[in-house]
């Protein structure tokens, strides 16, 4: 049974380095971290299966074993929870045949009763058994008939085959969001330590012992928690998959784009892996400062929103005319307005609200810019959401955007044409947004077919959070870049900067341009680009909230 | 006559405490135990040369000098009687025969540990023991034994009694605070070490029902008394629990040093072996088995059978005759620990199964040459790979039987037609995806 305290030690960028010998060859490495990730800041990479940085160690699967020196000479020990002393001795699968025999070994093990099933096994191709077999064993099985593997499951869900052969546990259903393969489970763990340690809710554990022990829920008790997925990520094997995504793409053919999640002020770092032109799931990347290995399900199925029911079109009154008129019809307005108001907002970049900006530069006094959010503010849950549902309001912050939609409603009468880019202020709060249909003119740039669409005159399609390249800032003040992934849903959608610099004839070429705009609005972005603000982010001087 | 230390009383009634007074019983809870320091107890104990009667026979003395003194946390005494090992049986008696001698050594064990709270955590099918432990605890509550300062002494000590749930594992220590805590008998990975941080995060000292109950004697009769019972290296005497193929099965307590068919043909003992003998496994189901010559060889200690390359273990000696299969009976211990394995460390978890697997197939008559090689190297490939020793104790036996019985095995693989068949079969079929 793992300790719940038995949290690894992690290298940090002030980690004691200290000499050990790895192999015969000294090497530099953090002071008490453990071997698992001490060998990997050198290059070498070791075996395992229940090790995850992110959960306390279990030491259960023991296939990264090494050779380190203790006081009867080399013996193997589990790397995950031998930490670095200086001038230790460690011997890993390079140079040690006990080492190789020992890892050969454990994967004969792990397989004994596993199932091969990979051609129908959701996780075949992102599956830690699969690149242990390849990398540790690659023997054929000793395995025969006569003796029989022994399938894993709960004597409630054992599944006989068409020849009558007992296949283990098949297909149960956990709860609403995950299904367990109980004779794909090789007993890591993770998933009982990710729910209790990480999620703070212990619905998993381990039924039974030996190789008749399965994963399983509490009696008449289903898994069913806001971070349940992420057992999902965890789970080395195909054990547990998302109902989600259950049998709708092989993992290989998935292309991938790193970015921000879109749904929350902390910015989880996420990647978005798409197929065909299509989304098809979203998988949290790991950030040690943010989100470290897990976001929250509504995060996860944000993706789900990205086909449904978007706005590709221009819509002038209730009859759709194209992009490019709309964008024309757009600049017209905004130009022979009296007083012009216009809306910035967090759910979009920095580079988006800098084109905002850029365009009331040029109009000058005839235009004001307001931001904010009606949206419900919740708590932190520690984990992977901050409760804001606003990602980007730092950013607004930092442009030196108003929190000052109140405001807007209180001078409603002042202004002839509102402009609303990206922020649904009609489905945040309908009561409030109800009193700016005062203002004549209202014309929404908006990915989806909102209630703020609904009460435009004029609204304009423009591309969603997972097509646009871009930065946003999170509630810690870490700058965090967006990629586009190639999943347009019709080919003419432009970024929302673009549309502005379009109709306010900006002349931006690409989100640099705004980005440099962006720049000289804020000076702790000035040296910063997108290559340094890189994959994991930068925090920012001084924009914490 | 040999000097009984810890099983004197059997026989007399002394579950009941007015008896265990009069045999002389308790007499320890006064100046002869609170006089001492706790460095004069424990190294009274060292001086004893008692070692731990739970099977791995690490010094006593030794094991109490790990725990911290004067730590900020409570020190737990743990009592383990849990025992699960085949064949082993005499903490079940000696608890039922005389369990205030278990109450008064662990008086003396919390004195030099400056222990508040101790558990005794008994296997959870000796419904019995549990009682007698319970009775025995009120009347000792009652007499002022137990609970807020001991006769005067102004030590105070309260022992709980733990039912586990069933499971062998449950006999290494950390499963057992694990499950005393109340989670899932697993062990923990190590270190910390009980002694350190053991049962809710504080030192922890757990020792044997056995062990404990040799505390009296030597407080009474000094530690050179007692070491010089036995061996130089193995002191004082050893109560074993018999079975198999003798006359007179049981429970006895010997020196140690005892020759090993000394012990079986004596009269005073188990009286001769029924039959011819075959083997002997000497200190419970995982000890490495020993056969007829090995048998005349071995005197019941640690070092002795340490040369025999077997083990002491918890002192259950199971003796068996020409007509019992050695195939048949290491199938039934393959079988013991594939079930009793609790699943943690992949090694033991799924290879105890598969060697168990291989054994029936075997045992069926659908052996293939190779088979035996192939357990036996399951056996070395989940041996020292593992966090507890219970994968050790599989492979002990594999490595024993066949090792000694080869030929057993080999005229029964030879009994299938096919044996001879390559290793997967021709008629592969469809469907089955292994």
């Known amino acids: 049974m793992s300790n719940s305290y038995n949290w690894p030690v992690l290298p940090t960028s002030d980690s004691k380095l200290v000499t050990i010998v790895v192999d015969g060859v000294e090497a530099q490495v953090p002071e008490g971290t453990n071997l698992v990730e001490a060998l990997k800041t050198i290059g070498i990479e070791t075996p395992h299966f229940c090790y995850h940085p992110d959960l306390p160690v279990a030491g ?76 540790a064993d690659r023997q054929p099985s000793r395995m025969r008939e006569e003796i029989g593997k022994r399938y894993k499951g709960s004597p409630d869900h054992r599944h006989l085959d068409s020849k009558g052969q007992d296949r283990g546990g098949k297909h149960v259903d956990l709860g609403p969001a995950v299904v367990l393969d109980e004779e794909r489970c090789i007993l890591c763990d993770r998933c009982v330590r990710f729910m209790r340690d990480v999620a703070g809710s212990e619905q998993l554990y381990i039924a039974s012992r030996g190789d008749h022990s399965f994963i399983s829920t509490f009696p008449d008790q289903p898994l069913d928690h806001e971070y349940d997925l992420n057992v999902t990520d965890v789970c080395p094997v195909g054990a547990l998959t998302g109902k989600h995504f259950r049998f709708q793409q092989r993992v290989w053919l998935l292309g991938k784009t790193e970015t921000v999640d879109p749904t929350d002020g902390l910015g989880a770092n996420i990647t978005v892996e798409h197929h065909d032109g299509h989304a098809w799931r979203i998988m949290p990347r790991r950030n040690p400062e943010v989100n470290k290995s897990w976001i929250a399900n509504s995060s996860r199925l944000a993706y789900l929103r990205l086909s449904e029911d978007r706005l590709t079109a221009g819509l002038f009154g209730r009859s759709e005319v194209p992009l490019a008129q709309a964008v024309s019809r757009l600049g017209e307005l905004v130009r022979g307005a009296r007083k012009v108001a216009l809306v910035a907002s967090g759910h979009l970049t920095l580079e988006d609200n800098a084109a905002l900006l850029a365009w009331a530069q040029i109009l000058g006094p005839r235009a004001e810019v307001f931001g904010g959010s009606w949206l419900w503010v919740g708590s932190p849950d520690g984990i992977a959401r901050s409760g804001d549902p606003v990602p980007n309001r730092n950013g607004l912050k930092l442009l030196g955007i108003p929190d000052s939609l109140d405001e807007l409603r209180a001078r409603v009468g002042e202004f002839d044409v509102l402009v609303v880019v990206g922020n649904d202020l009609w489905t945040a709060n309908a009561s409030k947004a109800a009193s700016l249909e005062k203002i004549p003119e209202r014309i929404a740039l908006s990915s989806w077919s909102d209630a703020t669409v609904q009460a435009s005159t004029l609204a304009i399609g423009i591309r969603a959070w997972a097509e646009v390249r871009g930065t946003m800032v999170n509630v810690a003040g870490r700058i965090q870049l967006l990629n586009a992934a190639p999943i347009l849903p019709s080919p003419d959608l432009e970024p929302a900067w673009q549309v502005l610099s379009a109709a306010g004839k900006l002349g931006w070429t690409s989100e640099l341009d705004a980005f440099r705009f962006a720049q000289s609005r804020i000076p702790s972005l000035v040296g910063l680009t997108y290559r340094t603000i890189g994959p994991q982010g930068r925090n920012l001087a001084g924009a914490a909230t | 006559m040999a000097t009984l230390t810890v099983t004197q009383n059997f026989g007399k009634g002394a579950a009941d405490i007015s008896v265990y007074r009069s ?11 609170f006089d001492l320091s706790q460095f004069e107890l424990i190294d009274l104990v060292t001086r004893s040369g008692l070692r731990g009667r739970g099977g791995a026979g690490f010094p006593t003395g030794m094991k109490w000098s790990f725990v911290p003194r004067n730590t900020p946390k409570p020190v737990y005494l743990v009592v383990n009687a849990d025992e699960g090992e085949p064949g082993t049986f005499k903490d079940h008696v000696l608890m039922l025969e005389d369990p205030h001698r278990l109450i008064e050594g662990m008086i003396a064990c919390g004195w030099a540990l400056g222990v508040r709270t101790a558990y005794i955590y008994v296997r959870g099918e000796f419904l019995k023991a549990i009682e007698t432990l319970n ?209 943690q460390c992949t090694p033991c978890r799924e290879g105890t199964g598969y060697a168990d697997r291989i054994l029936k197939a075997i045992v069926r008559g659908e052996g293939r040459d190779g088979d035996l090689d192939t357990m036996l190297d399951l056996a070395a490939n989940f041996s020292y790979t593992t966090i507890c020793p219970l994968a050790i104790a599989d492979a002990w036996p594999i490595e024993n039987f066949i090792g000694k019985f080869r030929s057993e095995f080999d005229a029964l693989l030879a009994s299938n037609a096919g044996h001879a068949d390559s290793r997967v079969t021709s008629d592969f079929r469809p469907g089955a995806f292994w």
């Not at chain 1, 001038?87 to 890892?103: E, H, I, L, Y």
């Not at chain 2, 045999?23 to 135990?33: Q, V």
């Not at chain 2, 000497?282 to 020993?290: E, K, M």
């Open chain 2, 23 to 33: 045999l002389g019983g308790y007499a320890s809870l006064g100046p002869r135990l």
């Open chain 2, 135 to 343: 009775a025995a605890l009120k009347q000792a509550y009652e007499a002022g034994i137990l609970g807020e300062n001991i006769l005067g002494s102004g030590y105070s000590l309260d022992i709980y009694v733990h039912r586990g749930a069933g499971a062998y594992i449950c006999g290494e220590e950390t499963a057992l605070i694990n499950s005393l805590e109340g989670y899932k008998g697993q062990p923990r990975l190590k270190p910390p070490f009980p002694a350190v941080s053991g049962a809710w995060a504080s030192p922890t000292c757990v020792n044997n029902v056995e062990t404990l109950m040799a505390l009296p004697w030597i407080l009474e009769h000094g530690p050179a008394a007692y070491s010089a019972l036995g061996t130089p290296k193995s002191g004082g005497t050893k109560v074993f629990s018999v079975s198999g193929d003798v006359k007179r099965p049981g429970v006895y307590e010997i020196p140690l040093g005892t020759p090993l068919l000394e012990f079986l043909e004596s009269p005073e003992w188990c009286q001769g072996v029924l039959g011819t003998l075959k083997g002997v496994i000497p200190g419970g189901s995982s000890s490495p088995v020993l056969t007829a010559e090995e048998s005349a060889k071995a005197n019941m200690d640690y070092e002795s059978l340490a040369s025999l390359k077997s083990m002491l273990g918890s002192g259950a000696v199971i003796a068996f005759n020409d007509t019992r299969s050695a195939v048949g009976m290491l199938a039934s211990l393959t079988r013991f620990y594939a079930h009793e394995s609790c699943g």
């Open chain 1, 60 to 135: 259960n699967c023991r296939q990264c074993m090494v050779e380190t020196e203790g006081p009867r000479g080399m013996a193997l020990s589990i790397a995950c929870y031998t930490p670095v002393r200086a001038g230790m001795k460690v011997a890993t699968d390079k140079s040690s045949d006990k080492v190789r025999t020992a890892r050969k070994a454990v994967m004969e093990f792990q397989l004994a009763n596993h199932p091969l099933d990979c051609p129908i096994c959701d996780k075949a191709g992102e599956c830690t058994l699969q690149e242990n077999y390849m990398a």
